[in-house]
């Protein structure tokens, strides 16, 4: 089938009634989720993991990746209006997005960003649909050496660069690493650090274990501070605005950064471990380094919109980054990846190589999805933005119990008993431990997802070589991949203590 | 000292001991050497494991030290971000497990209608304690979140006494 058959029947899948009212449910769940601080597009996609288990594959899909760009972009809402970002990936938006409120401009910040996370997120899915299936159809040789090497290099990015503290971000991989252990091994059968008890023969379930560590953790955190917040919100004033509230002529202004920040986003999105977090920052910074405007128009920060476009056309065109390696290689860069990964799983989906070749319906189907949901995002977060916006007064005492009850049907779902609403339990507390001794969970999550995939094709190609290592090192894809994770890890290295003696001498 | 201060020693400690305990029992995994050479044992990499974590440990405990006798100036700065509402958490980890104990035994709709309203006190600042508010949330949301599972998606969930009646 040719490339654009499948894209057509990837439209034809998800363009059905119910494919729709799916999309327009999960754009609108997912701003609310972006727009809510404290609440973010992995919290919105585990919580409705348990809607989708009576779902076809392709419905599921359609849902997640729905709220994955709503949440993805309502974040600008709370960032230009509240100036706080509503999640990591939109602290950049601050930076402009408030002082263009402040000069009576809230209608031209938020049009345009609405705009511009559109564009970018159209941007990225469409790069997506041209290299996935390249690098799928180069993967599909992959052996044992290569994805071990993969998954380590993936780990070492992940551990190095998602905390400042690289100690304690490898040593967050390694518990991870450590928890994935538990259960009967893959290869020889036998129980591992089981101890005795049956309820653990099958490993923890990914899924208690995130929606544990991401919403439960979360939400005894919030306890901490619920009692002394308040926000105030203010209504941005719509009258006289048409259009999207910009000109023509500030657009196509912007056409070259936002073009540059969607390649920056999309860059970052393809690399594990540095995420929407990173990308809005890097983009905006660059923008701000290359800005010729700053003499006539006053520099980035004082309320222009270059910083906005920055930001948003960045952290969206992210999204499309970081499918990349989740479907080509069955490997999550960061823990909304790894949440889509935990519910393409359980619809009986491997992502890999593979999954291009035998059911690329589903593969098109997510395309689709994304292309369509970002329509419907940039109308319902124009035009609805009133609504999103009295949302956002919700407190957070009311909120915050009710998320959590959503936790506890998802994770009892999953085996339908209480077992797994222990275990969730359980890693909620290890999560709000984590966040008190400022452990980062993100490299937890990813070693445990990506640890059993090191350690099966590690042993794998130990049998396969007989023992010896080096055709991890004489395979060319292998070898550059644990190149890049070493020298990472040595550059990261250097760079702590070189500012340690800095900070010595001072 | 304050638990900021010693927070790297502490960590380092219960590592080093959780490594200590992971290595104990990764060497009694049993092994099968006639099916898998023991360069691709089931032992291989949780020994690898234990080791690396213990290394970082020490890492994290020397690191955890020269903090300790450096950080004297910046204890103040520490103290005030500290400083957040350590009832609540209590309370709430307490609920929390609470809910999860009833469950089994008062059923879905009974358990999570006392959970919600009590979580909602306990998350609420004293002046914005609105009882009548929160039992409201807490019917409401109750009742939708049953319809839309247990009724619209057929999701089981813990039986108990209002279920029964309900005819679930």
Known sequence: MSTLQLIGGGFATVLTPTGLFLMFIGVAVGIVFGALPGLSATMAIALFLPVTYAMTSSNAMTLLMALFIGAISGGLISAILLHIPGTPSSVATCFDGHPLVRKGQAAKALGVGVVFSFLGTIFSTVLLMFIAPEIARVAINFGSYEFFSIAIFSLTMIATLSSGNMVKGIMAGVIGFMFSTVGTDAIEGTARFTFGLTTLKGGFDMLAVMVGLFAVGEIIGAAETSRHNDEEVTQPSMKGVKGFGFSVKEFTDQLWNALRSAAIGMGIGILPGIGGGTSNMMAYTVAKNSDKHAAERGPLGTGRIDGVVASETANNATIGGAMVPLLTLGIPGDTTTAMLLGALTLHGLTPGPLLFQNQADVVYGIFAAMLIASVIMLFMEFFGLRVFVKLLSIPKYILLPCVFVLCVIGAYALKNNMSQVIACLIFGALGFAFKKLEIPSTPFILGFILGPLAEVNYRRGMIRSNGTFIPFLTSPISAVFLAIAIFVILLTGTKTLRAKKKAAKQ | ?168
Not at chain 2, 17 to 35: E, W
Not at chain 2, 51 to 69: F, T
Not at chain 2, 149 to 166: D, V
């Open chain 2, 1 to 168: 000292m304050s638990f900021k201060k010693c927070r790297d020693l502490i960590l380092g400690i219960v590592m080093l001991l959780f490594s200590g305990f992971y290595l104990i029992n990764a060497f009694q995994i049993k092994t099968r050497p006639k099916l898998t050479p023991s360069y691709a044992s089931a032992q291989i990499m949780p020994v690898l494991l234990g080791v690396l974590l213990a290394i970082l440990s020490v890492i994290c405990i020397v690191q955890g030290i020269r903090k300790m006798k450096t950080a004297d100036g910046t204890e103040e700065e520490g103290k005030k971000k500290d400083k957040g509402d350590i009832m609540a958490v209590v309370f709430t980890f307490a609920v929390i497990i609470g809910y999860i104990l009833i469950m089994p035994t008062l059923g879905f709709i009974l358990s999570t209608l006392i959970y919600l309203f009590l979580q909602m006190i306990i998350l609420a600042p004293a002046e914005k304690r609105n009882y009548l508010l929160f039992a409201i949330v807490a019917i409401a949301f109750t009742a939708l979140v049953f319809v839309a599972f247990r009724i619209g998606l057929q999701q089981l969930l813990p039986r108990g006494p209002i279920e029964s009646m309900l005819g679930f």
